[in-house]
């Protein structure tokens, strides 16, 4: 069964809104598109989004809140941007 992006933790209605616009509806096309394109589409459809939304989607699928995120993994992830 596809969890909608809405349900995961720290994705909100905004971001789950922006997400769904880029063609990402569910967990698995999350899991799928992965955590740095899912970024980089957000990007380019809302320039001004800010990197919390990047520690947001890593922390929607390992299910930890967004600020729990290690240093060490959000500078694996800025490296891959």
């Known amino acids: 069964m596809s969890t909608p992006v809405t349900k995961l933790k720290n994705i909100g209605k905004t971001t789950g809104h922006w997400l769904n616009h880029v063609g990402?509806?569910?967990?698995?096309?999350?899991?799928?598109?992965?955590?740095?394109?899912?970024?980089?589409?957000?990007?380019a459809h809302v320039p001004s989004v800010s990197l919390n939304a990047l520690w947001a989607i890593e922390g929607a699928l390992t299910n930890?809140?967004?600020?729990?995120?290690?240093?060490?993994?959000?500078?694996?992830?800025?490296?891959?941007?």
């Open 24 to 43: 990402i509806f569910s967990k698995e096309d999350l899991k799928e598109v992965g955590v740095v394109e899912a970024y980089k589409a957000l990007k």
């Open 64 to 81: 930890k809140h967004w600020t729990k995120i290690s240093k060490k993994r959000k500078q694996e992830l800025l490296q891959q941007i």
